[in-house]
T-cell receptor, first 111, second 114 residues
Framework: NAGVTQTPKFQVLKTGQSMTLQCAQD?????MSWYRQDPGMGLRLIHY???????DQGEVPNGYNVSRSTTEDFPLRLLSAAPSQTSVYFC??????????FGSGTRLTVV | GNSVTQMEGPVTLSEEAFLTINCTYT??????LFWYVQYPGEGLQLLLK?????DKGSNKGFEATYRKETTSFHLEKGSVQVSDSAVYFC?????????????FGAGTTVTVRA
């Protein structure tokens, strides 16, 4: 049972490039979320989903897109990377909406 | 809206010392409360939770009691070990408002010295 798998673990992008952070879970969880972690700010919600085909914005959605075509996958797309998007990104999933399992994170640097 | 305020760190302790990390919250509905722990280089792990007033969550020697009257969920451990060195996050989820998102505090870095 792999849990929540995030790829890649590390990524360096140039300003203006686009990329997709992958997140997959094998627990058949309906709820999935993306967070970014910045020093002194805790984790801030970017986007979330309560089931396949349903997504909504969180606290800091600008510059990011998501889709949820399957229960298992919830990719996060950076449309045009900016230095302000340098962060550690975490994907999380939950069966019931309140006990979340987190992935190990993607450390993104935008230069 | 929902928010979590957590004791600022960093906190440095000696082994076997008592640890307490304060956490208070504001919520519009009936939140569930959580403590997550992040060990160096890893993702977050659920440490304990409480879903209603006066519930006590416990795990690995850590405890926290859901106090509705003081809107608090303070984390305590009676005797810490070096292996407890980590970042601790208080969080809430307000299912009573059909809001299944987690709101996090800023995190408290704890370092335990041998």
């Amino acid at each position: 049972n792999a849990g929540v798998t995030q790829t890649p673990k590390f990524q360096v992008l140039k300003t203006g490039q686009s990329m997709t952070l992958q997140c997959a879970q094998d627990m058949n969880h309906e709820y999935m979320s993306w967070y970014r972690q910045d020093p002194g700010m805790g984790l801030r919600l970017i986007h979330y989903s309560v089931g396949a085909g349903i997504t909504d914005q969180g606290e800091v959605p600008n510059g990011y897109n998501v889709s949820r075509s399957t229960t298992e996958d919830f990719p996060l797309r950076l449309l045009s990377a900016a230095p302000s998007q340098t962060s550690v990104y975490f994907c999380a999933s939950s069966r019931d909406g309140y006990g979340y399992t987190f992935g190990s994170g993607t450390r993104l640097t935008v230069v | 809206g929902n928010s979590v305020t957590q004791m600022e760190g960093p906190v440095t302790l000696s082994e076997e010392a008592f640890l307490t990390i304060n956490c208070t919250y504001t919520a519009t509905g009936y939140p569930s409360l959580f403590w997550y722990v992040q060990y160096p280089g890893e993702g977050l792990q659920l440490l304990l939770k409480a879903t209603k007033a006066d519930d006590k969550g416990s795990n690995k020697g850590f405890e926290a009691t859901y106090r509705k009257e003081t809107t608090s969920f303070h984390l305590e451990k009676g005797s810490v070990q070096v292996s407890d060195s980590a970042v601790y996050f208080c969080a809430l989820s307000d299912q009573g408002s059909n809001d299944y998102k987690l709101s996090f505090g800023a995190g408290t870095t704890v370092t335990v010295r041998a």
